[in-house]
Nanobody, 124 residues
Framework: QERLVEFGGGSVQAGGSLTLSCAASGFSYTPYVMGWFRQAPGKEREVVAVINDRRNVGYEDSLKARFTISKDVDKNILSLQMNSLEVDDTAMYYC??????????????????WGRGTQVTVST
């Protein structure tokens, strides 16, 4: 059974950095597109960054200067480096895998396998 497990969340002061990782296992297919999404309390889930196996990347515009997504294709581990964190970055961060055959998307509805999430809390 497909499974995604996120690691690396935690609490950090504004201006700090965190690296999130996501390990994929049990997939019957190799996800070509994977991404990070986040959801803050009372808000809708939003895209953070997406990457495919051609290393095409896409970011939510306001985050691209501070966040970097990467993927170890051989190990099937997805990472998100987050720098200069702000209080507004506080959210549950989710790793997600695109549906079989997907080549590119930044829409949450095109991602069919989701991890349980890891909490990121940024304080002043």
């Amino acid at each position: 059974q497909e499974r995604l497990v996120e690691f690396g969340g935690g609490s950090v002061q504004a201006g700090g950095s965190l690296t999130l990782s996501c390990a994929a296992s049990g997939f019957s297919y190799t996800p070509y597109v994977m991404g990070w999404f986040r959801q803050a309390p009372g808000k809708e889930r939003e895209v953070v960054a997406v990457i495919n196996d051609r290393r095409n990347v896409g970011y939510e515009d306001s985050l691209k200067a501070r966040f970097t997504i990467s993927k170890d294709v051989d190990k099937n581990i997805l990472s998100l480096q987050m720098n200069s964190l702000e209080v507004d970055d506080t959210a549950m961060y989710y790793c997600a895998a695109g549906r079989k055959g997907l080549r590119w998307s930044m829409r949450p509805t095109d991602f069919t396998i989701w991890g349980r999430g890891t909490q990121v809390t940024v304080s002043t």
